[in-house]
């Protein structure tokens, strides 16, 4: 079965300085990875995914994240955070064998002080 | 370019009462089309998704059903509403084996 874990409820960083909200899943099969981001009463936003090649993903607004495949884990990275980057986001994953599914981690809330 | 509509943005309905939300997509054709609940602001719960006009999958036996009359719109339903059913409510379609969803802007219900 497929599974995500975000360990974190939350995350409190100052901005300017570096930011990592963590993932690991579970699933039979290659994944394919996803990262959203939610901002209060709106829908999720599409960041960046990782479906294969290099493990190093470059997105939106800055974020990347880093498929690591001994650890399985996806964790989100920013180099320098933003007050405008506090919200609620969720990493996600899909197996490559042709599921229509996406399973979604409980989500981190970040939270970047000025 | 794509877009996708759900409507009302915001319900307050009392238990028991009957219920119906819509999804619309625009610029896509063919899309995998989604339900999601979300409870205080976390996690999503998936609820149906639809490969096609008049498939449905349910993901949680409950008090909600869902169709799809046509390619590219989604209706979720109850017939009596629970205060359990209380959430916010997006819709999400997708194409192809590699891409992301795409949510809509949301329902946020309340049940009373």
């Known amino acids: 079965a497929q599974s995500v874990a975000q360990p974190e409820d939350q995350v409190n960083v100052a901005e300017g300085n570096p930011l990592t909200v963590k993932c690991t899943y579970s699933v039979s099969g290659n994944p394919y990875l996803f990262w959203y981001v939610q901002y209060p009463n709106r829908g999720l936003q599409f960041l960046l995914k990782?479906?294969?090649?290099?493990?190093l993903v470059k997105g939106s607004y800055g974020f990347e994240a880093e498929f690591n495949k001994s650890q399985t884990s996806f964790h989100l990275k920013k180099p320098s955070a933003l007050v405008s980057d506090s919200a609620l986001y969720f990493c996600?994953?899909?197996?490559?064998?042709?599921?229509?599914?996406?399973?979604f981690g409980a989500g981190t809330r970040l939270f970047v002080k000025a | 370019s794509q877009t996708i509509h759900q409507w009302p943005a915001t319900l307050v309905q009392p238990v028991g009462s009957p219920l119906s939300l819509e999804c619309t997509v625009e610029g896509t054709s063919n899309p995998n089309l989604y339900w999601y609940r979300q409870a205080a602001g976390r996690g999503l719960q998936l609820l149906f998704y639809s490969v096609g006009i008049g498939q449905i999958s349910s993901e949680v036996p409950q008090n909600l059903s869902a169709s799809r009359p046509q390619d590219r719109q989604f209706i979720l339903s109850s017939k009596k509403l629970l205060l359990s059913d209380s959430g916010f409510y997006l819709c999400?379609?997708?194409?192809?084996?590699?891409?992301?969803?795409?949510f809509g802007p949301g329902t946020r219900l309340t049940v009373l």
């Open positions: 999400a379609w997708r194409t192809g084996p590699y891409n992301e969803q795409f």
């Open positions: 996600a994953v899909r197996a490559n064998t042709g599921g229509f599914k996406t399973i």
């Open positions: 990782y479906i294969t090649g290099d493990n």
